[in-house]
């Protein structure tokens, strides 16, 4: 009888506070997270009042030369951020043009790295990819670009 007790108020604390969680997450009502954490691909973050929004974008890939040879594709995870809602609108509109840009700079990149350099750069990879924001979606727009993954 007191395992049943012990068990019964067990279950009752970890579903209550699975259902606060619950609520705390989604206390914005409109069905995505308030955590500040970006949604699926294609996604944006939730706003809260003056913070930036982020549309995370599916992988990019690039060429890695070593000699001047393919030697393998990094995969590259990235976000970018905006600054309201009608830029996120102009974002999704251009994605097939803000893609081409990114890959064209991101080749373009890898051809000129220098044969020594071992390892990627990612302050010119972020340059690269802001300059292919500007480029595709005009400037302001895009204010910086995030990279999370470089692998």
Same mark, same amino acid.
């Given at each position: 009888?007191?395992?049943?007790?012990?068990?019964?108020?067990? *279950?009752?604390?970890?579903?209550?506070? &699975?259902?606060?969680?619950?609520?705390?997450?989604?206390?914005?009502?409109?069905?995505? &997270?308030?955590?500040?954490?970006?949604?699926?691909? &294609? /996604?944006?973050?939730?706003?809260?009042?003056?913070?930036?929004?982020?549309?995370? @974008?599916? $992988?990019?890939?690039? $060429? =890695?030369?070593?000699?001047?040879? =393919?030697?393998?594709?990094?995969?590259?995870? *990235?976000?970018?951020?905006? /600054?309201?809602?009608?830029?996120?609108?102009?974002?999704?509109?251009?994605? $097939?043009?803000?893609?081409?840009? =990114?890959?064209?700079? @991101?080749?373009?990149?890898?051809?000129?790295?220098?044969?020594?350099? +071992?390892?990627?750069?990612?302050?010119?990879?972020?340059? +690269?990819?802001?300059?292919?924001?500007?480029?595709?979606?005009?400037? &302001?727009?895009?204010?910086?670009?995030?990279?999370?993954?470089?692998?």
């Amino acid at each position: 009888m007191k395992k049943l007790v012990v068990i019964l108020v067990a *279950v009752l604390v970890l579903g209550g506070g &699975g259902y606060i969680g619950w609520l705390q997450y989604f206390a914005d009502g409109s069905g995505e &997270g308030a955590g500040g954490g970006s949604a699926s691909a &294609g /996604g944006e973050s939730a706003p809260m009042g003056d913070q930036a929004l982020f549309i995370e @974008l599916d $992988p990019l890939t690039a $060429p =890695f030369l070593r000699d001047g040879k =393919f030697a393998h594709y990094v995969l590259l995870v *990235v976000s970018l951020e905006v /600054g309201c809602k009608p830029d996120i609108e102009r974002v999704r509109e251009m994605l $097939p043009r803000l893609r081409d840009a =990114f890959v064209t700079e @991101l080749h373009t990149l890898a051809a000129t790295r220098s044969p020594d350099q +071992r390892l990627i750069n990612l302050a010119r990879v972020k340059a +690269r990819l802001i300059a292919g924001a500007h480029k595709a979606l005009g400037p &302001g727009v895009v204010r910086d670009v995030l990279v999370q993954l470089a692998h």
